[in-house]
């Protein structure tokens, strides 16, 4: 206790253990995505290589995960600053665009079999699912984690705690990675 009656707290620095094992789980996940994209470009060097032009439906569902990231990042940023209608108008939106890029995910790989790209064919489409797919995975695993945050948006009486803010920016960070991720892989599998 200092001379003016005052509490002091030791303020802790350094990065939050949760934010921590998160950051390490993308880190593997990117390692996961490099050696796939890098098989991927070994194998089409390889020869015998389908080529084929990516669905338009690719192309909206990135626009959609896009606006999700901008959905989201405004629903925590109205949750840090007392803006509760926001928060949990921002919240749900975010958690239909996510649920819409998965379809359209489905909705391209209908696509592409209909123009003769099978999974179990030729490398160059088996390629692009696996790419896409697992990609795929990773949102829906996103996707639950909204989906619990938004229990905690409309359950819990709105109460800004620090506690909070680290979940919800734990929800937020795995979107932004998944997004960024998803962006990465569209433009290497359009530009291949």
């Known amino acids: 206790m200092s001379n003016s009656g005052i509490i002091e707290h030791k303020v802790k620095r350094g990065i939050h253990p949760p934010l921590f094992a998160l950051w390490a789980a993308m880190?593997?996940?990117?390692?996961?995505?490099?050696?796939?994209?890098?098989?991927?470009?070994?194998?089409?060097?390889?020869?015998?290589?389908?080529?084929?032009?990516?669905?338009?439906?690719?192309?909206?569902?990135?626009i959609t995960i896009l606006i999700s990231s901008v959905t989201l990042h405004t629903s925590y940023w109205a949750f840090r600053n007392g803006r509760?209608?926001?928060?949990r108008l921002f919240l749900p939106v975010t958690l239909i665009l996510g649920i819409a890029f998965v379809v359209m995910q489905y909705q391209g790989?209908?696509?592409?079999?209909?123009?003769?790209v099978a999974l179990d064919g030729n490398p160059g489409g088996s390629f692009f699912y696996l790419i896409s797919g697992v990609h795929a995975a990773h949102v829906v695993g996103g996707l639950f984690a909204l989906i619990v945050a938004a229990i905690y948006a409309f359950t819990l009486p709105y109460n800004y705690t620090e506690k909070r803010r680290r979940r919800f920016q734990l929800v937020l960070h795995y979107w932004h990675f998944v997004d960024i991720l998803w962006v990465y892989l569209f433009l290497f599998l359009l530009i291949q």
Do not use: C, H
């Not at 994209?37 to 390889?46: E, G, H, K, L, N």
């Not at 790989?109 to 003769?116: E, F, H, K, N, V």
């Open 27 to 62: 880190a593997s996940i990117v390692m996961m995505f490099g050696s796939l994209t890098s098989a991927y470009i070994v194998r089409q060097a390889a020869g015998n290589w389908l080529e084929f032009r990516m669905p338009d439906i690719f192309f909206y569902s990135t």
């Open 84 to 87: 509760k209608n926001l928060y």
């Open 109 to 116: 790989w209908q696509a592409l079999y209909d123009i003769g």
